[in-house]
Antibody, heavy 120, light 108 residues
């Protein structure tokens, strides 16, 4: 059964870089059938897509975040990562990673999520 | 950018039918997916491709999409269905994943 698990600091200072990793288990991140995504959810709000990556490194990002986002994949360790620079309080959210089938446009399953707070 | 609009809340008595709508321009030309999110948990896919239920999702969950509105229907609602529900599409014109703002389903 495919499982995803986010990890990283829960507190980031304003203007610094948020860095998270998603570890995939129960399947290969190099599967040609899968894309891997980052989605965030500010407290009390709906989800916001951040971006999606294929094992080859091809990425698609939310235009509103694109200038600050970098998504990378580590096929050797079955992980993919998110970096978001120049963070502000508006970036405080629960960050989820999730799988997207290459044949579809939905996300399933999702990781449990990790809360990242931006504060000094 | 493409916008999906959902009612903030829907209330229903146990055993009745709840309908949660998702509105967007020409939404029927896109494929809509629905997620259930219980308090403190990650979203769970309950409908994809407008009306397909993933394995393990009860038959009480169904979906439709036509015109400018997609609808998630929950039949014979149970207390355990109380959650936030989100619709989602892929907007090919902007290569952008879009989520609705969510609907809180309350079981009376």
């Amino acid at each position: 059964q495919l499982q995803l698990q986010e990890s990283g600091p829960g507190l980031v200072k304003p203007s610094e870089t948020l860095a998270l990793t998603c570890t995939v288990s129960g399947g290969s991140i190099s599967s040609s059938n899968d894309y891997w995504g980052w989605i965030r959810q500010p407290p009390g709000k709906g989800p916001e897509w951040i971006g999606t990556i294929y094992y080859t490194g091809t990425t698609y990002c939310n235009p509103s975040l694109k200038s600050r986002v970098a998504i990378s994949v580590d096929t050797s360790n079955n992980k993919f990562s998110l970096r978001l620079n120049s963070v502000t309080a508006a970036d405080t959210a629960v960050y989820f990673c999730a799988r997207r089938l290459s044949a579809g446009t939905w996300f399933d399953p999702w990781g449990q999520g990790t809360l990242v707070t931006v504060s000094s | 950018s493409y916008v999906l609009t959902q009612p903030a809340s829907v209330s229903v008595a146990p055993g009745k039918t709840a309908r949660i709508t998702c509105g967007g321009y020409n939404l029927g030309s896109k494929t809509v997916h629905w997620y259930q999110q219980k308090s403190g948990q990650a979203p769970v896919l309950v409908i994809y491709y407008d009306s397909v239920r993933p394995s393990g999702i009860p038959e009480r969950f169904s979906g439709s999409n036509s015109g400018n509105t997609a609808t998630l229907t929950l039949s014979r609602v149970e207390a355990g269905d109380e959650a936030d529900y989100y619709c989602q599409v892929w907007d090919s014109s902007s290569a952008h994943v879009v989520f609705g703002g969510g609907t809180k389903l309350t079981v009376l």
